[in-house]
């Protein structure tokens, strides 16, 4: 199975602890493995557990279908009776081969969509109900496992945190409804060093929904009610604060949020207004840009930079036949040109940028913010005139709207809590800035009343 993660014995025992807390075997229980595992640690954990509880060891089953694992395992596991099947935990006759277990324990694979073949993505889709946007294989096994819990049984899984906030865990929230999530334990990133994830256990009861205990990694703890609408978690998970709901967000008073552009090549495209040809400023196919990086350092979207740009303030591609000193200067590079990407596999025009700028949006007054930080900061950019480069977010607001009003909210401590509550959170712990995150802030009364009045 791809993805596969090896898991320590100690987190292992930790995970084991958990899945019998209050919840001890009995003679006849049955407990499911999906997957091995290198060294078959879970196995063991529960083996250690029972024998120092002086508990009967569940009947066990073990799904893996790495065959080299299963040989690797096999002769370490004489002390223990498990019936090892070499096949696919995700393959459709799993439930009914299978039947029910009261414990399930697992440390599923991390495979994001991206790396799936077309005919595993069309198996997937329609096979699972969680498997919606870009979804990652350890959702379908949540899914997978939820389906062979017996009631009253309980399923704890090690997994990353991700699956609480991101869309693609939208459909999967929803299913954790029907279930109790007991608890849901952030643990230190230190336990997986090799992998740029936030792994949390989380422990869910085959029972009537009820409340959830949340560990984070500061180890503070909470009791929380999660929403049951498969929206994010993120807010009562950390404990972010609330902002009264007026009935309108960031996207109502707004053209457009949004990355910056992306131009496959920008040590090309970009370059300091001095090193620009002064054909290509005076014919106007030279624009300031500002990346993220920037922002922090001149404290303001504001650079030398400028950055070559192939269309028009329509936000049309310019012909070949009419780039001018655009065009020449473009030759020189044409084979670097050709050899990006966006050319290679997307069939754009040589010339092209990496994706199509929005000009008539993009070229406006607007707030800009880069797309990961420490904590989320944000800068007026009143001219119009800067293009963003994809580290950066812009936000263009209404015309009805004033900009600097709007900026001195966003930079608010309330508005801030509420962004680091329900960002998706970068490995470095930095928050990432997305579109359909920020655009569900809620904006207080008089934003709200400004824009009422202007639609009167």
Same mark, same amino acid.
């Given at each position: 199975?791809?993805g596969?993660?090896?898991?320590?014995?100690?987190?292992?025992?930790?995970m084991?602890?958990? &899945?019998?807390a209050?919840?001890?075997?009995?003679?006849?229980?049955? =407990? &499911?493995?999906?997957?091995?595992?290198?060294?078959?640690?879970? =196995? %063991?954990?529960?083996?250690?557990?029972?024998?120092?509880?002086?508990a009967?060891?569940?009947?066990a089953?073990?799904? #893996?279908?790495?065959?080299?694992?299963?040989?690797?395992?096999?002769?370490?596991?004489? *002390?223990?009776?498990?019936?090892?099947?070499?096949? *696919?935990f995700?393959?459709?006759?799993?439930p009914?081969?299978?039947?029910?277990?009261?414990?399930?324990?697992?440390?599923?694979?991390?495979?994001?969509?991206?790396?799936?073949?077309?005919?595993?993505?069309e198996?997937?889709?329609?096979?699972?109900?969680?498997a @919606?946007?870009?979804?990652?294989? !350890?959702?379908?096994?949540f899914?997978?496992?939820?389906?062979?819990?017996? *009631?009253?049984?309980?399923?704890? !899984?090690?997994?990353?945190?991700k699956f609480?906030?991101?869309?693609?865990?939208?459909?999967?929230?929803?299913?954790?409804?029907?279930?109790h999530?007991? #608890?849901?334990?952030?643990?230190?990133q230190d336990w997986?060093?090799?992998?740029?994830?936030?792994?949390a256990?989380t422990? /869910?009861?085959?029972? #009537?929904s009820?409340?959830?205990?949340?560990v984070?990694?500061?180890?503070?703890?909470?009791?929380v009610s999660?929403?049951t609408?498969?929206s994010s978690?993120?807010?009562?998970?950390?404990g972010?604060?609330?902002?009264e709901?007026?009935?309108v967000?960031?996207?109502?008073?707004?053209?457009?949020?949004?990355?910056?552009?992306a131009?496959?090549?920008?040590?090309?495209?970009?370059? *300091?207004?001095?090193?620009v040809a002064p054909?290509?400023?005076?014919?106007? @196919?030279?624009?300031?840009?500002? +990346?993220g990086?920037?922002?922090?350092? %001149?404290?303001?979207?504001?650079?030398?930079?400028? /950055?070559?740009?192939?269309?028009d303030?329509?936000?049309?591609?310019? +012909?070949?036949?009419?780039?001018?000193?655009?065009?020449?200067?473009?030759?020189?590079?044409?084979?670097?040109?050709?050899?990006?990407?966006?050319?290679?596999?997307?069939?754009r025009p @040589?010339?092209?940028?990496?994706?199509?700028?929005?000009?008539? #949006?993009?070229?406006?007054?607007? /707030?800009?913010?880069?797309?990961?930080?420490?904590?989320?900061?944000?800068?007026?950019?009143?001219?119009?005139?800067?293009?963003?480069?994809?580290?950066?977010?812009y936000?263009?607001p209404?015309?009805?709207?004033?900009?600097?009003?709007?900026?001195t !909210?966003?930079?608010?401590?309330?508005?801030k809590?509420?962004?680091e509550?329900?960002?998706?959170?970068?490995?470095?712990?930095?928050?990432?800035?997305?579109?359909?995150?920020?655009?569900?802030?809620? =904006?207080?009364?008089?934003?709200?009343?400004?824009?009422?009045? +202007?639609l009167?």
């Open positions: 199975m791809k596969h993660v090896t898991t320590p014995s100690g987190l292992a025992d930790r084991v602890a958990k &899945l019998f209050d919840h001890e075997p009995e003679s006849g229980d049955r =407990i &499911l493995f999906p997957g091995i595992g290198s060294n078959a640690p879970f =196995i %063991h954990a529960v083996k250690r557990w029972c024998d120092k509880h002086d009967p060891m569940p009947e089953v073990a799904v #893996e279908l790495d065959p080299v694992r299963i040989d690797d395992v096999e002769e370490n596991l004489e *002390d223990v009776d498990v019936d090892v099947q070499e096949r *696919d995700l393959e459709s006759s799993i009914r081969d299978l039947g029910e277990f009261d414990y399930i324990i697992g440390n599923p694979p991390y495979v994001p969509v991206t790396q799936l073949n077309d005919g595993e993505k198996q997937y889709g329609e096979e699972f109900d969680t @919606w946007r870009r979804f990652d294989l !350890y959702i379908l096994f899914e997978r496992g939820l389906e062979l819990l017996a *009631d009253n049984g309980r399923l704890v !899984y090690v997994t990353p945190e609480e906030y991101i869309s693609s865990g939208d459909a999967l929230r929803e299913l954790l409804t029907n279930y999530v007991q #608890e849901i334990n952030h643990i230190d997986f060093p090799d992998l740029k994830v936030y792994p256990i422990v /869910i009861d085959a029972t #009537e009820d409340r959830t205990h949340i984070t990694r500061t180890n503070e703890e909470r009791t999660l929403p609408d498969g978690w993120a807010a009562p998970i950390r972010g604060i609330d902002i709901d007026t009935g967000t960031l996207s109502d008073i707004t053209v457009r949020i949004s990355a910056g552009l131009t496959g090549r920008d040590s090309l495209f970009v370059s *300091d207004k001095d090193d054909q290509l400023i005076e014919e106007g @196919w030279a624009y300031p840009t500002v +990346s990086k920037q922002l922090r350092t %001149h404290d303001c979207p504001y650079t030398d930079d400028l /950055i070559l740009c192939p269309y303030e329509r936000g049309n591609l310019v +012909s070949e036949n009419e780039l001018g000193a655009y065009g020449d200067w473009a030759e020189i590079h044409r084979e670097t040109l050709e050899e990006r990407s966006c050319v290679q596999k997307r069939n @040589w010339y092209d940028w990496h994706n199509a700028p929005p000009m008539p #949006e993009m070229l406006r007054p607007k /707030i800009v913010c880069k797309d990961v930080a420490k904590e989320p900061e944000f800068w007026g950019e009143p001219e119009g005139t800067v293009i963003p480069r994809h580290s950066v977010y936000i263009v209404k015309s009805h709207i004033e900009l600097d009003n709007l900026l !909210y966003l930079n608010s401590e309330e508005a809590k509420w962004i509550a329900n960002a998706q959170k970068a490995y470095t712990d930095h928050v990432r800035i997305q579109s359909e995150m920020i655009e569900d802030l809620p =904006i207080p009364k008089e934003f709200a009343e400004t824009m009422q009045t +202007s009167v």
